[in-house]
Nanobody, 122 residues
């Protein structure tokens, strides 16, 4: 059964950095776009960043200039580099894709990871 596996969350002070990693099944990695979502306590899940098969990327306004999404075809992984973190970035971060997720408008896909907790606090 295909699944996504996130890692890299943790506790960091405001202004700090974290890098999240998402392992994507090799059977689909090269053929799909991949995205990162987050869900803060008491709020709806929201999209943070997405990357196409050709490594084009788009970001939520709230993270532009601070977060960078990238993909490594040799490792079948997608990363989210998060810099200058703020308390409002706190939440559970999820990786997302699906067999038919080709365009950015195809999100969200049917595959989700278990999530990784990011806490930004002093």
């Amino acid at each position: 059964q295909e699944q996504l596996v996130e890692s890299g969350g943790g506790l960091v002070q405001p202004g700090g950095s974290l890098r999240l990693s998402c392992a994507v099944p090799g059977s689909i990695f090269r053929d799909v776009a991949v995205g990162w979502y987050r869900q803060a306590p008491g709020k709806q899940r929201e999209v943070v960043a997405r990357i196409s098969m050709g490594s084009n990327s788009i970001y939520a306004d709230s993270v532009k200039g601070r977060f960078t999404i990238s993909r490594d075809s040799g490792k079948n992984r997608v990363y989210l580099q998060m810099d200058n973190l703020r308390p409002e970035d706190t939440g559970v971060y999820y990786c997302n894709t699906g067999r038919r997720v080709i365009l950015f408008t195809d999100f969200p896909g049917e595959l989700w990871g278990q999530g990784t907790q990011v806490t930004v606090s002093s």
